[in-house]
């Protein structure tokens, strides 16, 4: 008897025992779960990393870059619109130069349903030089004078329709407050749908300038943008659009492939491959309207 209760008190001792040390590691546990967790660099970078790429839904709401073209011969010469833009940006005090951005990308997206293929200035080239194109409805989108709000407006809503432009620099206004940078000018270069081509350096009337200022205007200006973006710079846009007899000549020689005027009216090989129409869009358009201006 006197046994059996000493086990008794002993097996009482040791679940008292054991019921103290298992309340003391719930404790150790649940201090433990309240703990801040320490995020390592390359864990922090993990969830930088996931929480920054595109969901599959956003991804597939992302415009398509335009088809591999297959390239059609015309029996006829080929003709078709070279847009001109200045300042993509609200209206200043009326002036004509300037598209607001909203109107750009109405009509930037009014191209893209009608089924218009955007051209670079190579394949520009290629239709004028061989009468083919790659698509049955064509459009060159360019920019003048190398303002900043083009580069900052336009590129964005061209790239995301998937859709070509080529922008013309004054190389001597680099820099100035509202003209892009040599930074702006690589920024657009390495993206694979946007050119960069000459507006000469200083934007003199060529029409009135002697042919030894004209050749420096021309050479001076695709050397610095060939040695700024390793490119062999192949268009000139005539300052005004404006030329004389000589300046054809003089630009072929300085080794461009192409000239654009800004002759009203579409585009054609008729016409020479150095003085090429442009079609001027004005702010104001509807979608009836622009699509009515270049030709459709």
């Known amino acids: 008897?006197?046994?059996?209760?000493?086990?008794?008190?002993?097996?009482?001792?040791?679940?008292?025992?054991?019921?103290?040390?298992?309340?003391?590691?719930?404790?150790?546990?649940?201090?433990?779960?309240?703990?801040?967790?320490?995020?390592?660099?390359?864990?922090?970078?993990?969830?930088?990393?996931?929480?920054?790429?595109?969901?599959?839904?956003?991804?597939?709401?992302?415009?398509?870059?335009?088809?591999?073209?297959?390239?059609?011969?015309?029996?006829?010469?080929?003709?078709?619109?070279?847009?001109?833009?200045?300042?993509?940006?609200?209206?200043?005090?009326?002036?004509?130069?300037?598209?607001?951005?909203?109107?750009?990308?109405?009509?930037?997206?009014?191209?893209?349903?009608?089924?218009?293929?955007?051209?670079?200035?190579?394949?520009?080239?290629?239709?004028?030089?061989?009468?083919?194109?790659?698509?049955?409805?064509?459009?060159?989108?360019?920019?003048?004078?190398?303002?900043?709000n083009a580069l900052e407006t336009a590129m964005p809503i061209l790239t995301e329709l998937g859709m070509k432009g080529s922008f013309f620099i004054i190389t001597g206004n680099l820099g100035n407050e509202d003209t892009m940078t040599d930074g702006m000018l690589s920024e657009l270069k390495a993206n694979p749908l946007m050119s960069v081509g000459s507006h000469t350096v200083r934007h003199p009337d060529l029409e009135f300038s002697s042919n030894e200022a004209a050749t420096g205007e021309l050479v001076d200006s695709k050397k610095y943008l060939d040695n700024l973006l390793h490119q062999d710079t192949s268009v000139i846009c005539y300052p005004a659009g404006r030329y004389n007899t000589e300046t054809a000549g003089l630009a072929e020689a300085a080794g461009y492939k192409l000239g654009l005027t800004t002759h009203p009216g579409l585009a054609s090989s008729v016409d020479g491959l150095f003085a090429l129409n442009r079609v001027r869009v004005s702010y104001g358009q509807t979608e009836a309207s622009f699509m009515t201006l270049i030709g459709n």
């Open 1 to 148: 008897m006197k046994k059996a209760l000493q086990i008794s008190i002993l097996v009482l001792f040791l679940a008292l025992v054991g019921l103290i040390c298992f309340k003391m590691v719930s404790g150790q546990s649940a201090k433990s779960e309240n703990r801040p967790t320490k995020v390592t660099k390359s864990v922090a970078d993990k969830v930088v990393e996931e929480s920054s790429e595109p969901s599959s839904s956003s991804a597939e709401e992302a415009a398509k870059p335009e088809a591999e073209p297959e390239w059609i011969k015309s029996e006829t010469p080929i003709k078709f619109p070279i847009l001109m833009y200045h300042h993509i940006a609200d209206v200043v005090d009326g002036n004509t130069l300037f598209v607001p951005a909203d109107e750009f990308k109405m009509e930037m997206t009014a191209l893209k349903n009608a089924g218009y293929y955007t051209l670079s200035p190579e394949e520009a080239y290629r239709v004028l030089t061989t009468n083919e194109k790659p698509a049955e409805k064509i459009v060159w989108v360019t920019f003048d004078d190398g303002y900043k």
